[in-house]
C-alpha cells in the first residue's frame, strides 16, 4: 500500500483511521468538504463533497492512491436538523455511487467500506449475528447501508479489487459527539447530572473501543481482505453494567434515573469468528480501560 484516499476524515471513526494512518507514517489522501486538522505531514486534504458527483471526479481524478478506505455516511441524528430520514437514506446511496464513478479505472489494490451492524435489522429475540445471515434492516440507515454494500460489491467485481465490508458494532472512545449511552452517560456523570437508562438496564450490546475498530479497519486495508466482517469485540455487556464501570471511574456520586423504554428489548451478540480468523493477534481495549480513556478525552 503506497497511499490511502479516506473519506469520512472529519467523522468519529473516520478520524480515528486518519489518526493511525498518520501514526504509521502510511501517506494518504483525505476527501474532505472542509478543513481537516491534525493529520500530519503524511496527509494531503483534497476538497469535494461526495453528494456532488462532479466535484469528487474532478477532486480526485489528479490524486495517486491504490487503497480506498470508505469511512464517509450520514448518521441518523447526527446530519442538518431539516433532513428526513429519506433524504439521509438517499443521501448515503447517493455518496457511495459517486465515490464507486470516481474510482472508476483507477488501479486499485483493495477497498474497504465502512458499515455497520445495523444492517442485521436487529428485533427482540435476536441473540447473535453472523456474517453468513442474511441482513434484515429495520431502520432506514440500516438498509441504506446494506444497498452501499451492494453498490461496492458489484463495481469491486467489475474492478476485479477485493472488498473488505466492515459492519461495526457500538462505538465508543475520546471524541464522541453522539448521543449513544456510553457518551451521554460519561458526559452526565462528570458534570453531576442525572445518566438516564431506558428499561431496566439488562440489554446487552457489544462495545468496541474506537481505536481498535481503526486498527482492525486500516489491517483489512494492508492485507487486501475480501469479505464481511463483523468488527467488534465478541463480548457483549449489559448496560447497567457499563454504569457500573462509570462509577468506578467518576470520582464523585451522580444520580440515575430509569426511564420507559423506547425501543424493543434485545441482547445483541457478535460473532466475530472470521475477525479473529483474518487478525488473531487482534486483542480488544478492555472496556473498562476504554471507558477510562473516553472519560479522559471527553
Same mark, same amino acid.
Given at each position: 500500500m503506497s497511499k490511502v484516499l479516506v473519506t469520512g476524515g472529519g467523522g468519529f471513526l473516520g478520524g480515528a483511521v486518519c489518526h493511525e494512518l498518520a501514526r504509521r507514517g502510511i501517506?494518504?489522501?483525505?476527501?474532505?468538504?472542509?478543513e481537516i486538522?491534525?493529520?500530519?505531514?503524511?496527509?494531503k486534504v483534497v476538497r469535494g463533497d461526495l453528494l456532488q458527483?462532479?466535484?469528487?471526479? #474532478?477532486?480526485?481524478?489528479?490524486?495517486? =492512491?491504490? %487503497?480506498?478506505?470508505? /469511512?464517509?455516511?450520514?448518521i441518523p441524528g447526527k446530519s442538518r436538523a431539516d433532513s428526513s430520514e429519506m433524504a439521509e437514506f438517499h443521501a448515503n446511496?447517493?455518496?457511495?455511487?459517486?465515490?464507486l464513478s470516481a474510482l472508476n479505472g483507477k488501479a486499485l489494490k483493495s477497498l474497504v467500506k465502512v458499515s455497520t451492524m445495523d444492517v442485521y435489522g436487529f428485533r427482540q429475540g435476536d441473540v447473535c449475528s453472523r456474517e453468513e445471515q442474511?441482513?434484515?434492516?429495520? #431502520?432506514?440507515?440500516?438498509?441504506?447501508? =446494506?444497498? %452501499?454494500?451492494?453498490? /461496492?460489491?458489484?463495481?469491486?467485481?467489475?474492478?476485479?479489487?477485493?472488498?473488505?465490508?466492515?459492519?461495526?458494532?457500538?462505538?465508543y472512545g475520546p471524541g464522541?459527539?453522539?448521543?449513544?449511552?456510553?457518551?451521554s452517560a460519561i458526559k452526565a456523570a462528570r458534570s453531576g447530572c442525572e445518566v438516564n437508562i431506558y428499561g431496566d438496564g439488562a440489554d446487552k450490546r457489544?462495545?468496541?473501543?474506537?481505536?481498535d475498530a481503526a486498527q482492525v479497519i486500516i489491517g483489512a486495508a494492508v492485507e487486501c481482505w475480501n469479505g464481511v466482517f463483523n468488527t467488534a469485540t465478541g463480548t457483549s455487556t449489559a448496560v447497567i453494567d457499563v454504569l457500573g464501570m462509570v462509577r468506578q471511574i467518576c470520582p464523585h456520586?451522580?444520580?440515575?434515573?430509569?426511564?420507559?423504554?423506547?425501543?424493543?428489548?434485545?441482547?445483541?451478540?457478535?460473532?466475530?469468528?472470521?475477525?479473529?480468523?483474518?487478525?488473531?493477534?487482534?486483542?480488544?481495549?478492555?472496556?473498562?480501560?476504554?471507558?477510562?480513556?473516553?472519560?479522559?478525552?471527553?
Open positions: 501517506p494518504m489522501v483525505l476527501l474532505a468538504r472542509g486538522a491534525g493529520c500530519g505531514r503524511e496527509c458527483p462532479a466535484q469528487v471526479a #474532478t477532486a480526485l481524478a489528479a490524486e495517486e =492512491y491504490d %487503497t480506498v478506505i470508505d /469511512c464517509a455516511a450520514i446511496i447517493a455518496m457511495t455511487q459517486n465515490l442474511l441482513p434484515t434492516p429495520s #431502520t432506514g440507515y440500516g438498509l441504506a447501508k =446494506y444497498c %452501499t454494500e451492494l453498490l /461496492c460489491k458489484d463495481a469491486c467485481k467489475i474492478m476485479r479489487v477485493p472488498l473488505a465490508i466492515m459492519r461495526c458494532t457500538q462505538l464522541d459527539t453522539s448521543s449513544k449511552f456510553i457518551p457489544d462495545y468496541v473501543f474506537v481505536n456520586p451522580f444520580p440515575v434515573r430509569f426511564q420507559e423504554r423506547q425501543k424493543v428489548s434485545c441482547d445483541i451478540q457478535v460473532s466475530v469468528a472470521r475477525l479473529t480468523m483474518m487478525a488473531p493477534t487482534f486483542r480488544p481495549t478492555p472496556l473498562l480501560r476504554g471507558l477510562a480513556l473516553t472519560y479522559e478525552g471527553l
